[in-house]
């Protein structure tokens, strides 16, 4: 029997009076996701683009995958367990949210359930991982009415909410396997039962500074060979996926540039100004969470600014926050909290851009012709200038 | 030169040729009275009457009495078919020397010329930029733009239409000038060196009173109340705007005294198996025109272009109407892809950079009017804002709407929006923009505008 033909000949129960009438929504996901819909334009214009939201979060699963991928091979099968654990707990939540609201179900758990996991110690026990999706599915997104509509990033709402409620287990890291195949056959274990806790390179650092050990090499950030949560390690693939979330359009690249540009100059200040206190800029940017946060949280388009001029702003009072945090405050990484305190402020910095803009707007009609004169000869004239002077040299 | 907001080529397929075809003369007109801005409800001619090419069949009560012009000779019918005037035994048409009453006034009289231009029904094809109403014949613009492009996909190209008779487009433009008293004309043109545009300025070389504006070939820059507001023309001022078939118009209208029967319109869109431009008299009923040129599956036969026309089906046309600039023919979606989502889509073309078209060239693609997708809350990813050649903002006022903030609505000027339709097609939660900008200029002039006049 085809697809086409099996959604066909179940529909009945899940609309108007069937059984299954409740869990319309959860029908309606499956089928739409595997067939596209048959629903046509009512009006003008009569054709779309291709996008749609569902494409869009795949983007974003496509760019986390390489660095998905790095946790997997580092620390073992434990990271696709909790991966799957994030996906059916964060999911399920949707769909209940979904039947009581009887809307539809959104896809924007694709990317919260595939980006939780990824910012959580790879030891951390599996019902912790679904104990943070569920809260940070639940306070950071359904609260607020769901996706489109949340004020904070749901994953990072999750993992702040651990890292409060379980700050040992969170700061319970473990080495990577360098030598090939790495752990893609293993299952380490957890940090209750290993009780395994190394320096990640950011806890390593402060160390340094105290006086004691070496610094994580460059080489071993970008690679990725480095303790830490399960998909900040390794740079280079960050990168590659994150450069291609910005070739799509799917991220905004003015966030990650400002993000990025604002905290690199922030850090070669401090490093400038006492060496001995603050590691270099490059060390930073590419050591810790920074660029995982910059390529896929702080790029979320609800949770960030809409306006162009505010991503600027955004970014540059993420990067900001994270520099200090790192360098000047008692923590080790500083990402997660900077891109929730952007969060707080991003709608207000959208306020100000949109009055910008909105003033702006409200003299547009007003260019009036300098009075008098019959208009066209004021200087104003889009495009005229060159057209005009070709016709008079002929 | 300022910066070009916004804008977007959507690339459909079917892109009609240079080729103007012509057409067999068909066996009845079925002229609509509803036009886009016309309700030609004042029968002029009784039930069964004979009328020779030219006579006024009704007219335009409420524009200038504008008549509905017999483009042929023929015997009419109100009734055959409802809202239509249907000319059937038609006359084969007369040579154009023969041609109807000649009596092209002389010099001078600027009001004897406009009240011809109407008599005529020329002026019908003269729109107001801001309004997008029939400006007033006999009243005073601030300026005339003329345009030789149009962008949207697919309308009848200026410069096939304007290509047909060089030498009556620029007479045509000499009657305009003779209407005015100093006030100017600007000509649209494209930004290329095209072989084209070195013509006309050839052949407007010594016309110091048409001013050439450069327009970038980026949809909708060509919009007439775009460049009206970017010349610097304010909402409370009229301008006259005019196509190159309006051009072509004035000049039938004021060297021969003659009204004008026919129109270059294109036929393309992904639905046509060989997009052309035609020649057709006003009145072919569609169902000839499209027969045997469509593609086999179901087509939606759209008046106008595919971001900004009408389903002509759905509006009960059966015949080209007097405005008409293009039927875009575009098939219905039937077909439900399994994994669509997750397809790589080397043939599909998106403002995003998300399917593998990305990395080829430009090129057309075979759009259907399937939705794509589902319809989902905004998830402010600012597409519509980047698209928008007018600055506003249509998410925040489809956000503003919704929580039925219409001061906000107003301040946020979305009666700046001239429905180009961009922000619905890039909208990734498919949400119908259009409508909503549309919605919302609707309810703050009922709304709030009627309320403040209590």
């Given at each position: 029997m085809s697809i086409r033909g099996f959604f066909e000949k179940h529909s009945h129960h899940f609309h108007?009076?069937?059984?299954?009438?409740?869990l319309k929504p959860l029908y309606e996901a499956v089928e739409n996701f595997m067939l596209s819909p048959l629903s046509r334009t009512k009006?003008?214009?009569?054709v779309r683009d291709p996008l749609d939201v569902k494409r869009y979060m795949s983007m974003v699963i496509i760019g986390l995958l390489p660095a998905a991928l790095a946790g997997w091979y580092f620390f073992g099968l434990r990271v696709l367990a909790m991966i799957a654990v994030s996906y059916a707990i964060g999911g399920a939540i949707e769909v209940a949210f979904a039947v009581v609201r009887k809307e539809e179900i959104n896809e924007g758990f694709l990317v919260t359930g595939l980006l939780f996991p990824m910012i959580l110690?790879?030891?951390?026990p599996l019902w912790m991982v679904a104990l943070g999706v569920a809260f940070g599915v639940l306070v950071g997104k359904e609260l607020f009415g769901g996706t489109g509509r949340n004020l904070f990033n749901p994953a990072l709402i999750g993992r702040c909410f651990l890292a409060i409620a379980y700050p040992t287990a969170m700061a319970s890291y473990l080495d990577p396997v360098?030598?090939?195949?790495?752990?893609?056959?293993q299952w380490a274990g957890s940090a209750l039962s290993d009780a395994t806790t190394n320096p990640t390179p950011l806890s390593q650092a402060k160390r340094v500074i105290a006086g004691g050990g070496e610094l994580t090499p460059i080489s071993d950030l970008l690679w990725g060979s480095?303790?830490?949560?399960v998909g900040e390690t390794s740079a280079i693939l960050l990168i590659v996926g994150g450069v291609f979330l910005l070739l799509t359009r799917v991220g905004n690249y003015r966030t990650t540039v400002s993000m990025l540009g604002a905290f690199a100059i922030l850090e070669s200040i401090l490093h400038l100004a006492d060496p001995g206190r603050f590691v270099g800029p490059l060390w930073h940017l590419l050591a810790g969470g920074m660029l995982l946060g910059a390529f896929f949280m702080a790029t979320d388009?609800?949770?960030?600014?809409?306006?162009g001029g505010g991503k600027w702003v955004y970014g540059a009072l993420i990067g900001v926050s994270a520099a200090l945090i790192r360098n000047l405050?008692?923590?080790?990484?500083?990402v997660m909290f900077a891109i929730l305190l952007g969060n707080i402020f991003a709608p207000v910095i959208d306020e100000v851009f949109i009055r910008r803009r909105l003033a702006a707007l409200a003299r547009q009609d007003v260019i009036?012709?300098?009075?008098?004169q019959p208009p066209?000869?004021?200087?104003?004239?889009?495009?005229?200038?060159k057209a005009n002077e070709e016709a008079a040299q002929q | 030169m300022k910066k070009v907001r916004g804008g977007y080529d959507?690339?459909?397929?079917?892109r009609p040729s240079r080729t103007i075809q012509q057409i067999v003369p068909p066996q009845r007109l079925l002229l609509p009275r509803r036009t886009r801005r016309f309700l030609?409800?004042?029968?002029?001619v009784e039930e069964g009457a004979r009328v020779k090419?030219?006579?006024?069949?009704?007219?335009?009560?409420?524009?200038?009495?504008l008549p509905l012009v017999a483009p042929m000779g023929g015997t009419v019918s109100?009734?055959?078919?409802?809202?239509h005037a249907v000319l059937g035994e038609l006359e084969p048409p007369a040579c154009e020397e023969q041609a109807?009453?000649?009596?092209a006034p002389s010099g001078g009289e600027t009001a004897a010329k406009r009240r011809q231009l109407v008599d005529l029904g020329a002026w019908a094809f003269v729109e107001d930029a801001y309004s997008g109403k029939l400006p007033d014949p006999q009243g005073t613009p601030a300026a005339v733009i003329v345009s030789t492009?149009?962008?949207?996909?697919?309308?009848?190209r200026g410069d096939v239409q304007m290509m047909e008779s060089l030498l009556g487009f620029i007479r045509g433009l000499e009657h305009l000038q003779s209407l005015l008293e100093y006030q100017p004309i600007y000509l649209l043109f494209p930004n290329v060196r095209s072989e084209f545009a070195q013509q006309v300025r050839q052949q407007l070389r010594?016309?110091?009173?048409i001013k050439l504006v450069e327009v970038p070939?980026?949809?909708?820059?060509?919009n007439m109340l775009l460049c009206a507001r970017r010349l610097?023309?304010?909402?409370d001022q009229i301008v006259w705007t005019l196509g190159p078939d309006a051009v072509l118009a004035v000049d039938a209208a004021l060297t021969h005294g003659r009204s004008v029967s026919s129109r270059v319109i294109s036929l393309g869109g992904?639905?046509?198996?060989v997009p052309v431009h035609l020649r057709v008299t006003f009145g072919h009923p569609l169902e000839e025109l499209t027969a045997g040129r469509l593609e086999e599956s179901e087509c939606r036969v759209i008046n106008?272009?595919?971001?900004?026309?009408?389903?002509a089906t759905a509006a009960g046309q059966l015949g080209v109407d007097i405005e008409c600039q293009g039927l875009t023919i575009v098939p219905e979606n039937v077909e439900r892809e399994l994994?669509?989502?997750?397809?790589?889509?080397?043939d599909r073309r998106s403002?995003?950079?998300?399917?593998?078209?990305?990395?080829?060239?430009s090129f057309d693609e075979r759009m259907t009017?399937?939705?794509r997708g589902e319809r989902r809350p905004?998830?402010?990813?600012?597409f519509c804002e980047e698209v928008c050649p007018t600055g506003v903002m249509p998410h925040l006022i489809h956000k503003l709407l919704y929580a039925d903030r219409l001061e906000d609505v107003e301040r946020s000027r979305?009666?700046?929006?001239?429905?180009?339709g961009l922000c619905a097609f890039v909208c990734p939660s498919k949400i119908e923009l259009r409508e909503d900008m549309h919605e919302a200029r609707r309810r703050i002039e009922t709304e709030l505008h009627a309320a403040e006049e209590h």
């Open positions: 108007g009076q069937g059984r299954l009438a409740p009006s003008a214009p009569h110690p790879p030891t951390l360098k030598a090939w195949p790495g752990r893609l056959f480095v303790s830490g949560s388009p609800v949770t960030g600014p809409v306006t405050t008692g923590y080790v990484e500083g009036a012709p300098e009075r008098g066209g000869q004021q200087g104003n004239v889009w495009f005229e200038g | 959507i690339r459909l397929a079917g030609f409800g004042q029968a002029c090419a030219g006579d006024v069949l009704a007219r335009d009560g409420k524009n200038f009495d109100w009734t055959a078919q409802a809202d109807t009453p000649v009596h492009l149009r962008l949207e996909p697919y309308q009848a010594g016309h110091a009173w070939l980026l949809y909708p820059h060509d610097g023309f304010r909402r992904p639905g046509v198996k106008g272009g595919a971001l900004n026309g009408y389903d994994l669509g989502w997750t397809r790589p889509g080397l403002y995003s950079n998300s399917y593998l078209s990305a990395l080829r060239g009017t399937a939705m905004c998830i402010s990813c600012s979305v009666d700046l929006c001239m429905d180009c």
